[in-house]
């Protein structure tokens, strides 16, 4: 299994400005995946965020409004820009193990309030 | 959407009861797996059933996965109230790219003491 981290755990933010979320992992792991959980709603993958390259994004996610980056095996960042209310969700990390195990371990989340 | 669907949306039962969730899905899969959420926290992974399997037991879960139809169900017997939780079940499309998981809609579990 893998221990995630993700800083900051909650936050509240005025609308038109950036947050950036980082997720951090105590093993090298080759798949993250970011995912959006608004309020009372199921998690939605937003992109999956590949090491030394670009994130590869879901339809409906852009890359203006979540960019991500991959600096290593250990660490990935979503940034939430210019921001609106209907942003305002729990922004998931996760980690995929190769082989044979399928299981994908998740961060605690981030809680996002936009005003 | 290729989101699945699951029922029902909320189960309130007493502990020591069963709770039975049903999931439904659209497309063939790689495998299905069900995942807890304590209180819009982060999600604990529980069992995963792969798409050649029909049935799976781990303690007091038992999963059971019917391609023909394209659903499963999470059983969880002899409940406690521990079991409070929003319960998801997410598939593995096939065809997709690399775990690129799917969650169903959820199911709300109250367990009463």
């Known amino acids: 299994s893998a221990v995630i981290s993700q800083k900051p755990s909650r936050d509240i933010c005025q609308r038109g400005t950036s947050l950036t979320i980082q997720c951090q992992v105590d093993?090298?792991?080759?798949?993250m995946f970011w995912y959006r959980q608004q309020p009372g709603q199921s998690l939605t993958l937003i992109a999956t965020?590949?090491?030394?390259?670009?994130?590869?994004?879901e339809s409906g996610f852009v890359i203006d409004k979540f960019p991500i980056s991959r600096p290593n095996l250990t660490f990935s960042t979503l940034t939430v820009s210019n921001m609106s209310p209907e942003d305002s969700s729990i922004y998931l990390c996760?980690?995929?193990?190769?082989?044979?195990?399928?299981?994908?371990?998740f961060g605690p989340g981030t809680r996002l309030l936009v005003l | 959407s290729q989101q699945g669907e699951e029922d029902p949306q909320a189960l309130s039962i007493q502990e020591g009861e069963n709770a039975t969730m049903n999931c439904s899905y659209k497309?063939?899969?790689?495998?299905l797996q069900w995942y807890r959420q304590n209180s819009g926290r982060g999600l604990v992974h529980l069992i995963l059933?792969?798409?050649?399997?029909r049935e799976k037991h781990s303690g007091r879960l038992r999963v059971t996965l019917d391609t023909s139809k394209k659903s499963s169900s999470l059983l969880i017997t002899a409940s406690r109230a521990a079991d409070t939780a929003s319960y998801f079940c997410?598939?593995?499309?096939?065809?997709?790219?690399?775990?690129?998981?799917?969650f169903g809609t959820g199911t709300r579990l109250l367990v009463s003491p």
């Open positions: 965020a590949n090491q030394g390259s670009e994130a590869t994004y």
């Open positions: 996760s980690v995929g193990t190769s082989g044979t195990q399928e299981t994908q371990y």
């Open positions: 059933i792969r798409s050649n399997e």
């Open positions: 497309t063939s899969i790689n495998n």
């Open positions: 093993s090298q792991v080759t798949m």
């Open positions: 997410a598939t593995d499309p096939m065809n997709t790219g690399f775990q690129k998981l799917v």
